[in-house]
């Protein structure tokens, strides 16, 4: 599974969203040579990987890209940090495509897709944390308690930082 992770951020790095885009490069000897492998994997194979990811492997996955950003802010030492959260809508052109759901598209009415929530450094531009969610809810389902879970993930690793929130009004809640 970890090449297969790697695979993927080779890929989004390359600017490819699709699988299926992974015929273009598949060839290419500077992306072998950067994994190490004689061969890259077949799509139907990283597919394959990707659904026999359980939620153990998701929570994994999460912690260590994190644990990443985490370790990249503490070289940079900054004192205040602002989180933006934000939610997006990621359309799919499968009918039967596990996790999505028929919601919310202005752009692509009746399609089925996820809505994920993100926390974004804004210093950085970095993606801190992800909580995928079908594309049927509203901007506030589940999102107290992933914004508590960044929050508290952050003063945990660096405590001197001031912490800055920046979200739209569809979060607002009194409490």
Not at 118 to 131: E, K, L, S
């Amino acid at each position: 599974h970890h090449i297969i992770m790697m695979v993927l951020v080779v890929h989004l790095l390359l600017g490819y969203r699709k699988l299926r885009e992974m015929e273009y490069y598949k060839d290419d000897p500077l992306v072998k040579r950067l994994l190490g492998l004689r061969r890259l994997p077949d799509v139907s194979t990283v597919s394959r990987a990707l659904r026999s990811a359980d939620a153990r492997s998701i929570k994994n996955v999460r912690e260590y890209c994190r644990d990443r950003v985490i370790e990249g802010l503490k070289k940079v030492f900054l004192f205040r940090l602002t989180l933006d959260f934000d939610g997006s809508v990621v359309s799919t052109n499968g009918r039967n495509v596990e996790g999505t759901a028929v919601g919310y598209n202005n752009k692509k009415k009746g399609l089925r897709s996820y809505y994920p929530l993100f926390c974004t450094i804004a210093q950085t531009g970095q993606v801190f944390d992800v909580y995928h969610r079908p594309g049927n809810v509203h901007d506030s389902h589940g999102a107290r308690e992933f914004i508590t879970e960044c929050i508290l993930t952050i003063q945990k690793e660096l405590p001197w930082v001031a912490i800055e929130v920046r979200m739209d009004a569809a979060f607002f809640s009194d409490e």
